[in-house]
């Protein structure tokens, strides 16, 4: 018991720590071979994802990444992959923070991860409709919600159209032209 709430309290402690650090809302806007998604993160809400999201941000990570995975009605995944499928992911991995509140809304921006629930990096997705089997539940993990479209909701519809297929290691919903993400870029809202 001891070692939880020792636990608990050095959770706390390093969220309080990421917070100070983390804008409580910081924007980004994806250029894509589709046009331009702009995002709002919520800093106050996820301030470990949004801290290492910005870092990705900043250092160039996602300019050239594609979206790999696109299933209508669901979602739109990016940020792991160049053309080619040639995986670009980085080391590491992040404490899942989808206790946060945020739910699997459409238009809401999530990190994407494997099984184990904390091993989000930089692929995210965007969800085309509201999945409530993303969010968590007393008996598992969810995917950590960070963020919202707040402009270009039409591109991620339009990416959401592409024809897809099995292509690489993936079996299928692949988009069969690579919709690439040219540039991401942070900035201030409205300048």
């Not at 993160?41 to 870092?55: E, Q």
């Not at 993990?141 to 919202?148: K, Q, S």
Request: proline share 7%; aromatic share 8%.
């Amino acid at each position: 018991m001891k070692t939880v709430i020792a636990a608990l309290l050095m959770l706390a402690s390093v969220q309080a720590i990421a917070e100070q650090a983390v804008p409580a809302h910081a924007y980004v806007r994806f250029e894509t071979t589709e046009g331009n998604i702009v995002v709002e993160l919520d800093g106050r809400r996820a301030p470990l994802t949004v801290k290492n999201f910005l870092a990705l941000v900043e250092s160039g990570y996602f300019d050239g990444t594609i979206f790999h995975r696109v299933i209508p009605g669901f979602m739109i995944q990016g940020g792991g992959y160049t053309p080619g499928l040639k995986s670009k992911e980085p080391e590491g991995e992040l404490a899942n923070e989808s206790g946060n509140g945020l739910r699997n809304l459409r238009g809401t921006i999530a990190m994407a991860r494997r099984s184990d629930p904390h091993t989000a990096v930089a692929q995210f997705y965007i969800n085309l409709a509201d999945n409530p089997s993303l969010d968590p539940q007393p008996d598992h993990w969810g995917y950590a919600v960070f963020g919202v479209v707040i402009e270009g909701s039409d591109v991620v519809d339009r990416i959401a159209a592409s024809p897809t297929g099995p292509a690489g290691q993936f079996s299928k919903d692949v988009p069969i032209v690579p919709i690439v993400i040219k540039k991401a870029v942070r900035f201030e809202y409205g300048s």
